[in-house]
């Protein structure tokens, strides 16, 4: 397995995808060490042992850039999830490998390998 036990953070505030999201990462090999719905709670995971974390920039009426910040400070490295124009990003956050939202399993393989075995 590729991303054998690899600690992702997934942060995603659709149940759904965030499902599709955990079962497209283990298949990886990779573990999901929290699925985090909200701010404050991935904020709390963020604190942690993880390897890596896909971050959806809009979490309800939040936006997710205070956690990408913590993160890209502790050198985790993100992948940001957005079905909203990537020009909503400030430039700060426009260093981070990004997938549009519709995105297939397909995309979502090829981007993770592409960050995690990085890193």
């Known amino acids: ?14 149940y759904l995808v965030a499902m599709d999201l955990a079962e497209a990462i283990e298949a ?3 573990v999901v ?4 719905g909200d701010l404050k709670t991935a904020m709390a995971v963020a604190e942690t042992d993880i390897d890596g974390a896909l971050v959806d920039v809009q979490l309800g009426a939040d936006k997710s850039f205070p956690l990408i910040d913590k993160l890209s400070a502790a050198g985790i490295p993100i992948i940001l999830m957005t079905g909203y124009d990537f020009g ?31 890193a």
């Open 1 to 14: 397995m590729p991303l054998a036990k690899k600690r992702l953070l997934i942060v995603e505030d659709e």
């Open 28 to 30: 990886l090999g990779a």
């Open 33 to 36: 060490a929290c699925i985090a």
């Open 88 to 118: 909503v990003l400030p430039d700060r956050l426009r260093i981070h490998p990004r997938i549009a939202k519709p995105f297939s399993e397909a995309e979502l393989r090829q981007v993770t390998l592409q960050v995690l075995l990085e």
